[in-house]
């Protein structure tokens, strides 16, 4: 995105809410797809308002749309995935900023301190990467067995590896006795 769209907050009507339509062109989608190490992005869009909250802290809101296309995590072949998300961010004037070291995750991942400005390009691009698919995978992709043994010998096979299969075997055989 050439332009930035980071918005002062102190510019910022505290009575009303700034909406905000990101549509991001080929060039900026491209880097974006880069930088997120995608194969393909396409339909970016990003679009909400913010709104204050209270005298000091602002919310911001959105619903981010977006085609994506990754490796197969199998096949490596070209995974398409459509990603239409609704984004919350909540910005506190008073929230503490932890020391460094040992830090504990918050139980709401969706607020951050409030900085002097608030920019919904940078809020698109974490809510890009944070509902990606982490393991994209074609429908009909199969990893199969490998078979590995030294020649003359039964090969293990997973099923072999289950330790209760066999438990399960034993129960079955022992259910048919009776």
């Not at 002097?116 to 199969?144: C, F, N, Q, W």
């Amino acid at each position: 995105m050439a332009k930035t769209t980071a918005l002062r907050v102190a510019d910022l009507p505290q009575n009303a809410a700034t909406p905000f339509d990101l549509r991001p062109d080929a060039a900026s989608m491209r880097a974006l797809a880069d930088d997120l190490g995608l194969d393909g992005l396409r339909k970016l869009s990003f679009a909400g308002e913010i709104r204050a909250q209270g005298s000091r802290d602002w919310v911001l809101t959105g619903r981010l749309g977006a085609t994506v296309v990754q490796p197969c995590i199998v096949t490596l072949e070209p995974v398409t995935t459509r990603i239409d998300t609704e984004v919350r961010r909540t910005y506190l004037a008073d929230l503490p900023i932890p020391e460094a070291g040992e830090v504990e995750m918050p139980e709401d991942d969706t607020v951050e301190p409030l900085r002097s400005t608030i920019d919904p390009a940078a809020v698109m691009a974490e809510a890009l990467a944070l509902a990606l698919p982490l393991y994209p995978r074609k429908p009909d992709a199969d990893l199969g067995e490998a078979v590995f043994t030294e020649a003359g010998q039964e090969p293990l096979r997973d099923a072999d590896l289950r330790p209760f299969a066999g438990l399960a075997a034993l129960r079955d055989r022992a259910r048919d006795d009776d």
